[in-house]
């Protein structure tokens, strides 16, 4: 790569500052040309910034007034070197000196080139360039810790150390092929099934925090459902902390789903707040609660809340028929208000852990509610920190390939198949592994992996 880009690194709109960088072999000399300050950039010494003004070279007009830093390379994110713009952050003054970049011959980076960069000059692999996604996308503190020690290396460090195992095995085998005379075919099976079955147990651990880890970086999609007026929409305002949805006596208010990400616990949650389902003459209402029918059918968790101070309607029976098979809680509201609803049928239907007692007027049980999601779908509590958590689903099914091929070589080794053969089935696991931290990756995939991040990442 002997081209310099550049592209605006911060979220476009108004804001205090922008950040504008440039990566590349011209980069520092294509700055100077159109930055005037007490100094010339290619003397000043890496990781410094300097204090000055952006000007038209042609007639030495001022542009804006910025922040320059210097970081020269190997140094840099990049490991090219790299000037970063810091200005205004309005928007006219952003595309004026951007656009003057540009003119210099500069090129526009495409979406995630920066990272690509940093990819493939070494700087970092695959996994940890798949994490600058999640760190950026993280909706919760933990998702946002998980995707930081990715970023830092702790899955790639693992992936790693578990192939140079596997070429150690294929080393021993090799020279069993080589030398068979020496080769006592007995004591070699066993040696392939032992280190064969560290290596999955290995990759089990990993496979085994997949679905946390896939929760915590996606969120779970959850829809609030029940009877119209029974507090669906107040508990989404409880739980987002904000007046998102409205809430009146009157059944009905809300005519359509309404989304909102939030945080119980260290969970994130998808919030699907949706129309009271009963049957209504009003036309769009109707097409509220045929929407609010869907979300049932795609939600990961389904909160079925329940009015505990009026007795229990026939459509909240259906509603408890329709979920009881699925993830799903049930949320006794109103708790501050005197018992009208019997509950022995609920309680036939639903165990006690699924079953929430909470007062949303009041902001009671919200914790209670933490504790059920957290059974319901991490046992209890989530892993500890130290964990290595598996979210990414192209990670996931390298994972199962590398673990399947595995399993065939050990299959194979207790059939006494030719270790030539028996090779083959390390080998490819070897190659799955390799795959997932980018050592062996195709030029499309590595372009389709990178063209999911923003500009200027």
Same mark, same amino acid.
């Given at each position: 790569?002997?081209?310099?880009?550049?592209?605006?690194?911060?979220?476009?709109?108004?804001?205090?500052?922008?950040?504008?960088?440039?990566?590349?072999?011209?980069?520092?000399?294509?700055?100077?040309?159109?930055?005037?300050?007490?100094?010339?950039?290619?003397?000043?010494?890496?990781?410094?910034?300097?204090?000055?003004?952006?000007?038209?070279?042609?007639?030495?007009?001022?542009?804006?007034?910025?922040?320059?830093?210097?970081?020269?390379?190997?140094?840099?994110?990049?490991?090219?070197?790299?000037?970063?713009?810091?200005?205004?952050?309005?928007?006219?003054?952003?595309?004026?000196?951007?656009?003057?970049?540009?003119?210099?011959?500069?090129?526009?980076?495409?979406?995630?080139?920066?990272?690509?960069?940093?990819?493939?000059?070494?700087?970092?692999?695959?996994?940890?360039?798949?994490?600058?996604?999640?760190?950026?996308?993280?909706?919760?503190?933990?998702?946002?810790?998980?995707?930081?020690?990715?970023?830092?290396?702790?899955?790639?460090?693992?992936?790693?150390?578990?192939?140079?195992?596997?070429?150690?095995?294929?080393?021993?085998?090799?020279?069993?092929?080589?030398?068979?005379?020496?080769?006592?075919?007995?004591?070699?099976?066993?040696?392939?099934?032992?280190?064969?079955?560290?290596?999955?147990?290995?990759?089990?651990?990993?496979?085994?925090?997949?679905?946390?880890?896939?929760?915590?970086?996606?969120?779970?999609?959850?829809?609030?459902?029940?009877?119209?007026?029974?507090?669906?929409?107040?508990?989404?305002?409880?739980?987002?902390?904000?007046?998102?949805?409205?809430?009146?006596?009157?059944?009905?208010?809300?005519?359509?789903?309404?989304? /909102?990400?939030?945080?119980?616990? %260290?969970?994130?949650?998808?919030? @699907?707040?949706?129309? &009271?389902?009963? +049957? =209504?003459? *009003? #036309?769009?209402?109707?097409?509220?609660?045929?929407?609010?029918?869907?979300?049932?059918?795609?939600?990961?968790?389904?909160?079925?809340?329940?009015?505990?101070?009026?007795?229990?309607?026939?459509?909240?029976?259906?509603?408890?028929?329709?979920?009881?098979?699925?993830?799903?809680?049930?949320?006794?509201?109103?708790?501050?208000?005197?018992?009208?609803?019997?509950?022995?049928?609920?309680?036939?239907?639903?165990?006690?852990?699924?079953?929430?007692?909470?007062?949303?007027?009041?902001? /009671?049980?919200?914790?209670?509610? %933490?504790?059920?999601?957290?059974? @319901?779908?991490?046992? &209890?509590?989530? +892993? =500890?920190? *130290? #964990?290595?958590?598996?979210?990414?689903?192209?990670?996931?099914?390298?994972?199962?390939?590398?673990?399947?091929?595995?399993?065939?070589?050990?299959?194979?080794?207790?059939?006494?198949?030719?270790?030539?053969?028996?090779?083959?089935?390390?080998?490819?696991?070897?190659?799955?592994?390799?795959?997932?931290?980018?050592?062996?990756?195709?030029?499309?995939?590595?372009?389709?992996?990178?063209?999911?991040?923003?500009?200027?990442?």
């Amino acid at each position: 790569m002997t081209d310099t880009i550049a592209a605006i690194s911060t979220p476009a709109g108004e804001g205090g500052i922008a950040v504008i960088r440039v990566s590349g072999p011209d980069s520092i000399m294509t700055t100077d040309r159109i930055f005037s300050f007490k100094g010339s950039l290619p003397d000043v010494a890496s990781h410094t910034v300097h204090y000055g003004h952006i000007i038209q070279p042609s007639t030495g007009e001022r542009i804006e007034e910025v922040l320059v830093t210097v970081m020269r390379g190997p140094r840099s994110f990049t490991t090219e070197d790299v000037v970063e713009i810091s200005c205004h952050g309005g928007i006219i003054s952003v595309k004026k000196v951007l656009n003057l970049v540009l003119e210099q011959g500069v090129r526009l980076a495409e979406p995630g080139e920066f990272t690509k960069r940093a990819f493939l000059n070494g700087r970092i692999d695959l996994t940890q360039a798949e994490a600058v996604i999640d760190l950026i996308r993280a909706k919760s503190d933990r998702a946002f810790k998980i995707a930081l020690k990715q970023v830092e290396g702790t899955l790639s460090k693992q992936v790693k150390e578990l192939r140079y195992r596997l070429v150690e095995l294929m080393a021993h085998i090799e020279v069993n092929i080589d030398y068979p005379e020496h080769d006592v075919e007995e004591l070699t099976n066993a040696y392939i099934k032992d280190k064969c079955t560290t290596a999955i147990g290995d990759l089990d651990r990993l496979l085994r925090s997949a679905e946390q880890g896939k929760i915590l970086r996606e969120g779970i999609v959850t829809a609030i459902v029940g009877r119209p007026n029974v507090g669906k929409s107040s508990l989404l305002n409880a739980l987002a902390q904000d007046n998102k949805a409205i809430v009146t006596d009157i059944p009905g208010t809300t005519r359509d789903v309404i989304e /909102e990400y939030v945080n119980l616990n %260290g969970i994130p949650l998808k919030l @699907l707040d949706t129309a &009271g389902l009963r +049957e =209504t003459e *009003d #036309i769009v209402e109707r097409i509220g609660v045929e929407r609010s029918r869907s979300a049932l059918g795609d939600a990961d968790l389904i909160l079925l809340v329940i009015n505990r101070n009026e007795p229990l309607h026939e459509d909240e029976k259906q509603l408890m028929e329709q979920v009881r098979d699925k993830q799903s809680i049930v949320i006794l509201n109103k708790s501050d208000l005197p018992t009208a609803a019997d509950l022995s049928y609920m309680e036939a239907r639903f165990p006690p852990e699924r079953i929430v007692l909470m007062s949303v007027k009041e902001n /009671e049980g919200l914790d209670r509610l %933490g504790e059920a999601i957290a059974n @319901l779908f991490f046992g &209890g509590q989530l +892993e =500890t920190n *130290d #964990i290595t958590y598996v979210s990414n689903v192209r990670h996931i099914h390298l994972l199962n390939k590398a673990k399947r091929s595995l399993e065939e070589a050990q299959d194979a080794a207790d059939q006494f198949v030719p270790i030539d053969m028996i090779q083959i089935d390390i080998r490819n696991a070897w190659e799955n592994l390799g795959e997932l931290v980018g050592d062996s990756v195709g030029e499309s995939l590595i372009d389709q992996i990178f063209s999911q991040f923003c500009l200027g990442k």
